[in-house]
């Protein structure tokens, strides 16, 4: 059933904002959780109800057409989800296909689910609730995902009460790293920033960061040549999305996509899947851990920044030189024609 474009009730974005926000890919879970029973996730303030069937993904609105009880509170059955009030069940393409109190009638179109277009990439599944009908805007690209020698690594979501800009804002910024992230990666006497430009590019803008600032987990013995630089490269995908390519001594790389997809205007819930060629004996579990204490770091600056919404005019907040990501990320969004975030 194709969806109606328009905010949910109780939106926290401005219509126009969330309208623009709606055109583009998000993650809205990982997709070793979608089994057999419905999986709810919340996109834009939209309920969503995500299930798998027959190899098919459906996405759809957390909404049984007929008296509007959630489907996440029904059950999966062989040739679909049933609804647990009154046993309607909805199978590939949302339709659905028994109606238990008359099963002989035709089953009209209004009883179908309102669908959302679903891709499993990166270990996630995506979705778009208003896609563009004369174009199909692509997904964000991950370096090195499907490359020979690559371990890939989905991390569990990572929940924070704040807004997606301000999270992506926070992954792109190199100047707290010294101040921030000392439990886990960083130097605290190696604070300053060395000058770096980003380069616009067709889905937003692209940055080759180069310092001293290694990455090896603070706890760890081993550590990068005496004064080797390390390549940072951030691909920012907008809105949302980032990418980091951290380049190791060697040909090792550590790729980590940041996915921020906006739950609402004040709750982001972040994706991280991850592609590496080194430390392949190390427990996936590791991995987890290590991510999750870097992200956790960070959670208290961005859940206390005010505003709580992303300045866009420039001149509301002071910048430093280290900011150029932040200046850049800012102007890409201002480009695309969002306004000012202003929370509703």
Request: proline share 10%.
């Amino acid at each position: 059933m194709m969806n109606k474009i328009a905010p949910p009730p109780h939106c926290s974005f401005e219509p126009d904002d969330w309208l623009r926000l709606a055109g583009y890919w998000y993650p809205v879970a990982r997709a070793c959780d979608v089994g057999n029973a419905p999986q709810k996730a919340t996109l834009l303030d939209e309920q969503l109800v995500i299930y798998r069937l027959k190899g098919q993904i459906v996405v759809a609105r957390d909404v049984c057409p007929h008296r509007g009880v959630p489907l996440t509170l029904g059950f999966q059955e062989e040739e679909g989800i049933v609804c647990p009030y009154h046993g309607l069940r909805f199978g590939e393409n949302g339709r659905c296909n028994r109606i238990p109190s008359s099963p002989g009638q035709s089953i009209p179109a209004k009883l179908n689910l309102t669908t959302f277009p679903a891709r499993e990439r990166y270990g996630l599944i995506w979705t778009c609730l208003a896609p563009a009908q004369d174009t199909d805007a692509p997904l964000p690209s991950m370096p090195h995902w499907d490359d020979a020698g690559f371990q890939q690594i989905t991390c569990p979501p990572f929940d924070v009460a704040g807004f997606a800009g301000r999270q992506v804002e926070g992954f792109l910024d190199v100047a707290h790293f010294a101040w921030i992230h000392t439990a886990t990666f960083a130097d605290p006497d190696n604070q300053e920033v060395p000058d770096y430009s980003p380069a616009e590019t067709p889905y937003g803008f692209s940055v080759d960061y180069w310092s001293t600032v290694g990455n090896y987990p603070a706890s760890a013995e081993h550590r990068g040549p005496e004064g080797f630089k390390w390549l940072r490269r951030f691909d920012m995908y907008l809105p949302f999305t980032a990418t980091l390519t951290i380049h190791f001594p060697g040909e090792s790389r550590l790729v980590i996509m940041n996915a921020a997809s906006p739950v609402s205007a004040r709750k982001t819930r972040m994706f991280a899947p991850i592609a590496r060629n080194f430390d392949l004996h190390v427990p996936v579990e590791d991995v987890h851990a290590f991510n999750h204490k870097v992200f956790e770091e960070d959670r208290l600056m961005v859940e206390t920044q005010r505003p709580e919404r992303l300045p866009l005019d420039l001149t509301l907040e002071a910048h430093i030189p280290a900011d150029r990501s932040s200046i850049a990320y800012r102007r890409g969004l201002k480009k695309l024609g969002f306004g000012e975030f202003f929370l509703v």
